[in-house]
């Protein structure tokens, strides 16, 4: 998948992981991630955040992310390919069996996948320096 895409959909899962709230800052996004207040983001609060970010897609509580939710989600003002473009292009890379839904831990691995390109500097760690402007 071509890094631009990649990053798009990157942004996305971190801001579902962070609270779906597409009006939220970016270090409001981070102090909800860092839920023990450390000044760090680490694995298991991310890999939580992903999770309760799948919870909030999966509006019928089904345990599986569709086409249909994922478009739901979307801002129906978004410019380019559009809300039913990019929620296509989000099934299609987060699908991993190619069922035409996304599980939990389909979710949960794109999300980890996607947690490098928000490290800034490359630390390995997610502060809330990598949580400002790009």
Known sequence: MPQACRVV???LVLTLVAGAAWAQ???????????NN???VDDDEYDAGARASFALLDTNHDGWVTL??????QDPNAG????????RKQLATMDLNYDNLISEDEFVAFANQSKSSYDKNGDGRLTSDDFGPR
Not at 68 to 73: G, P, Q, S, T, Y
């Open 9 to 11: 959909l990157s942004a």
């Open 25 to 35: 800052s970016s270090q409001d996004r981070f102090r909800k991630l860092d839920t």
């Open 38 to 40: 450390d000044g760090l």
């Open 68 to 73: 249909d939710e994922l478009r739901a989600a």
């Open 80 to 87: 380019g390919i559009g809300a039913d473009g990019l929620a």
